[in-house]
């Protein structure tokens, strides 16, 4: 059943899903701290969690796609470096839209992170952090579309994000956790958040994240960042008992405009590119067509065969 449903609507589907399982484990992450779950180990069972549930996946159905690794694609997986950007043309409207519609997002989620007293928290650090994560993570989903081309295996990819992850983690790990007893579980509840990020927030949601990606583009998976916001601030009101200010139905209303002026930006942009490639079609054919009337003329005989008949 959907295999039938356009990919389009298919891309959306899985987006939409894809922003509450992220909302779910923000949840989940500020109970885990709630609890006493180190910072530090959190990420790292994580990793390990979504590794081994990708693993098998990647190695099995992708056996024979999977191109040979060398140590430019190492090196890839392993900095995540900014080596794309998403065209914008000013000129069109669907630039336009994509530009306005990004900027609605972008002011819908300020305003619900926002728009509250500070009530003692420091929220200049918090800023800082959120910038420094943003421009992380955007790097990252501009990356993958890059790396797919040359390397089309999605879930390996995947794979390889997560282990070098999981490095990275357990070396910080390591060297700054100096509490043994971190590393333990203490409570079914610890153990469920730990689970819920590495099945969910990293497992699933990283698979059906890189095939968006491949199939939409980085844009098309970043615009939706915003709803996660919003639904961020409804999960954490219902389960975590936080207060729900005005600035999350004025965000919400500023993140709902924003992504229909990004999405109708991207329709018209692929529309007007389908377009130039029928003019550019017929143009050619036109082109070729002379050139193939003139090749028979000249290969036709001089005199016909009525001539030769006279």
């Avoid at 701290?33 to 099995?60: D, E, T």
């Avoid at 430019?72 to 080596?83: D, E, G, P, T």
């Avoid at 229909?260 to 692929?270: P, Q, T």
Wanted: hydrophobic share 55%; charged share 15%.
């Amino acid at each position: 059943m959907w295999c039938s449903i356009p990919e389009r609507l298919q891309l959306h589907a899985a987006m939409l899903a894809l922003q509450f399982g992220y909302a779910g484990f923000h949840v989940v992450s500020r109970a885990a701290l709630n609890m006493g779950v180190s910072k530090l180990v959190f990420p790292v069972y994580r990793n390990i969690i979504a590794l081994l549930l990708l693993l098998p996946f990647a190695y099995f159905l992708e056996k024979k796609e999977r191109p040979a690794i060398t140590l430019n694609f190492l090196c890839q997986f392993f900095l995540l470096a900014l080596v794309g950007i998403e065209q914008v043309r000013l000129n069109r409207k669907d630039g336009l839209a994509k530009v306005a519609g990004t900027i609605f997002c972008v002011a819908g989620a300020t305003v619900i992170t926002l728009y509250k007293d500070a009530n003692g928290k420091n929220w200049t650090l918090g800023c800082i952090y959120l910038i420094g994560h943003c421009l992380s993570w955007s790097a990252w989903l501009v990356l993958q579309a890059p790396v797919l081309k040359k390397y089309p295996a999605r879930l390996s990819v995947t794979s390889y994000t997560c282990f070098f992850g999981l490095l990275q983690f357990l070396v910080i790990a390591l060297a700054f956790e100096r509490d043994a007893q971190a590393w333990l579980f203490h409570s079914g509840g610890e153990a469920f958040t730990i689970l819920y990020a590495g099945v969910v927030a990293s497992g699933i949601a990283f698979a059906v994240q890189i095939w968006c990606i491949d199939r939409g583009g980085p844009v098309f998976v970043a615009v939706y960042q915003p709803v996660q916001t919003f639904v961020v601030a409804i999960m954490a009101s219902i389960a975590l008992g936080e207060e729900f200010y005005l600035g999350g139905i004025i965000g919400a209303v500023l993140i709902v405009v924003g992504l229909y002026l990004v999405l109708w930006g991207k329709s018209e942009e692929k529309k007007f590119a389908k377009e130039q490639l029928a003019i550019a079609s017929t143009a050619e054919h036109s082109i070729i067509r002379p050139a193939s009337h003139a090749k028979a003329a000249l290969t036709q005989p001089l005199l016909s065969s009525s001539t030769e008949n006279v």
